[in-house]
Each structure stands twice: as structure tokens, then as C-alpha cells.
């Protein structure tokens, strides 16, 4: 067994503890959100990966409360940014200022520099300040002036969208979308749901107060590398390689697709299966963990032809009758 660590909360950085830890992500969240326990899972097992995250739902169904849920849980520094049409690339990266005192330049960071990124509604802003994370995103560094400058670890983007039908969007490009790890839908909550959300706001439920609704930071940094070190030994047998593998090529001969789902995104698949294998208690992979995972990280990385999206094919139905067909190893 690797060494323990301890960050700053006293978070051990032991395999066992740090999978106990992040289980009760779950239960601190719910402290402030309800009935969101598939992008909380979602979230954790990209914060695993090394990923980011696109959370996409209408106004008004606590997206940018559980993002900022997650960020009390975990004890990480957090910054949001809100995204508008006049917001420029600078305004997210840093800028170079001129001190009179000195007649030298010094860099002023942005709020990429930080642990939990919340770009919140990505889609209201144009393309060009859309682009400005994509290398903070891919190479977790930000070039300024020719210089690289390094982004803390963990590094994590949560950016928040309004479904692109809605109008004054700005849809977010291929290129970019291949960049997000998951792309989780936030649903309106079911009837009993809604009632237990007006019910916390009518007892003095306050979201902008989570310490005062309880949320304690119950995972840390340390946490996060001893889940790390033991996802990297989960055993991946070659049939779960080339079922994953069988999956994405059949995304690419799909009539129903324009695109299909790169290289890249069949790493995704296989990388967000392992984590979420280890999450449930074991150091292998299963066809099941593959299907668990397939969803979130393959619906943004395809794109429908226009003649299926007019007779109401969506990506996920294309990519759940996929899995009903692609032969599943024993």
C-alpha cells in the first residue's frame, strides 16, 4: 500500500479512504442539491480523469449551485466566470499591466488560475472567448505574451450552457466540444423533487450560504491522487478494449450520424469506465461500466445529419441503439 498524504483539510491520501471520501461527496452535495446523483457522479469521476465538464439544462435547475456544492465539498480553491457577448479572452486568461512605479510589465493572472473553474453559461459568449480555454483546457497552461504559464493541480473546467434552441447562444464548436470529458443533462426534477426544493427554500434554505446549510469540505487534493494512482492499476481486459473500441466505430457508420466518435473519444470512454469501476469497488472494468459511461461521454461528440434531427433522432438515442447492438464479451 503507497505511503498515506495528508493536504491541508487532513485528508489522507490512502486508495481506501480516498474512495470512502469521495462516496460522501454525494451525500455532502445533497445537502444543497436535490436529486442530482447522476451529474454529482458524473462530476467526481471527471475530477478522477483529469477531465472537465459540460453541464447543459434550462435556466433555473441549479447547475451553477452544484457546481459551486461541489467546490465547498472538496476544500479547492474556485472561481466563476460569467460568460456574456462582451466578454474577452483576457478577461478569462490574465493580461500583461504596465506599472508606472516600476516602467515594467507584470502579469496579472485570470480566473483559469484556480482549481474549479465555473464558466458559467459558455454558450452566451462568441467563439473567440470561447477558444481562449482551450489551451488552459488541453495543455493546462496559458500562453501569455509567448510565455507558458502553468495552471494549479487539480485543474477542472465546469461550463454551464442553456440548450443551444434557446435564442442569443452561441453553439460551441466541434474542436471544443472534444475537449470536455462529459457533457451531463440536467433535467427539471420530478414532481416530489421540486416539492423538497421549495420546501428547504421555504424553511431558510439560502444558496448562496452553504456553510450554513451544513457543507463541509469532506475530500481534498490528496484525496483526489491516491484515487488516481489506484484507477491507473484497474485491470482493462483486451475484450473490454475492443468492445469499446466496436462501440465508437459503429458511431461512425451510423446513417444517422455526420460524425461519428474519434480516437480521442474512445479513450474517453475507456478512462471515464476505469474510474468509474474503481468508484464501485473494483480493479476491473466491465462491459457494464462501459455502458454506465457511454452516454455522457460519447453524446458531444457526435453530430446528427439533419434529415434525422428533423424526425426527432437525438444523440442519445442513437448511441443507446448502439449499445443494443454491439456484441457485449463475456
Known amino acids: ?10 485528508h489522507t491520501g490512502d486508495a481506501t479512504a480516498a474512495r470512502s471520501s469521495l462516496e460522501a461527496l454525494r451525500a455532502e452535495i445533497a445537502k444543497a442539491v436535490v436529486g442530482q446523483d447522476p451529474a454529482v457522479t458524473g462530476l467526481v469521476v471527471a475530477l478522477l480523469c483529469r477531465g472537465h465538464v459540460l453541464l447543459e439544462g434550462v435556466p433555473g435547475v441549479a447547475k451553477t449551485l452544484l457546481v459551486r456544492t461541489l467546490a465547498s465539498a472538496l476544500d479547492v480553491d474556485t472561481k466563476r466566470v460569467q460568460f456574456t457577448p462582451d466578454l474577452m479572452p483576457s478577461d478569462v486568461t490574465g493580461s500583461l499591466i504596465y506599472d508606472a512605479r ?6 496579472q493572472p485570470g480566473p483559469v488560475f484556480t482549481n474549479l473553474l465555473l464558466a458559467d453559461e459558455i454558450n452566451r459568449t462568441p467563439p473567440k472567448t470561447q477558444a481562449s480555454l482551450l489551451e488552459a483546457m488541453e495543455e493546462r497552461q496559458v500562453t501569455v505574451d509567448g510565455t507558458p504559464r502553468p495552471l494549479p493541480d487539480p485543474f477542472l473546467v465546469i461550463a454551464t450552457q442553456n440548450p443551444v434552441e434557446y435564442e442569443g447562444t452561441y453553439p460551441l464548436p466541434e474542436a471544443q466540444l472534444d475537449r470536455f470529458l462529459l457533457k451531463l443533462t440536467i433535467p427539471l ?3 416530489q423533487d421540486e416539492i423538497d426544493v421549495l420546501t428547504r427554500h421555504a424553511e431558510g434554505f439560502n444558496p448562496r450560504d452553504l456553510r450554513a446549510a451544513g457543507v463541509r469540505p469532506v475530500a481534498g487534493p490528496a484525496d483526489l491522487e491516491a484515487a488516481r494512482t489506484a484507477i491507473a492499476k484497474t485491470t482493462v481486459s483486451p475484450e473490454i478494449t475492443a468492445y469499446v473500441v466496436d462501440i465508437c466505430r459503429a458511431t461512425r457508420e451510423s446513417p444517422s450520424l455526420t460524425l461519428g466518435v474519434s480516437p480521442r473519444g474512445a479513450t474517453a470512454l ?10 464501485t469497488g473494483r ?8 455502458k454506465a459511461l457511454a452516454l455522457p461521454t460519447l453524446r458531444h461528440r457526435v453530430q446528427l445529419r439533419p434529415e434525422a434531427e428533423m424526425e426527432g433522432v437525438t ?7 448502439i449499445l ?5 464479451p463475456r
Do not use: K
Not at 500500500?1 to 487532513?10: E, K, Q, R, S, V
Not at 444523440?315 to 441503439?321: E, G
Open 102 to 107: 516600476t516602467a515594467e510589465f507584470s502579469f
Open 189 to 191: 426534477p420530478s414532481r
Open 324 to 328: 443494443s447492438h454491439v456484441p457485449v
Open 315 to 321: 444523440a442519445d438515442s442513437v448511441i443507446n441503439a
Open 1 to 10: 500500500m503507497m505511503d498515506p498524504t495528508t493536504d491541508n483539510a487532513g
Open 283 to 290: 480493479d476491473y472494468v466491465t462491459p457494464d461500466d462501459v
Open 270 to 279: 475507456l478512462s471515464t469506465a476505469r474510474a468509474w469501476a474503481w468508484l
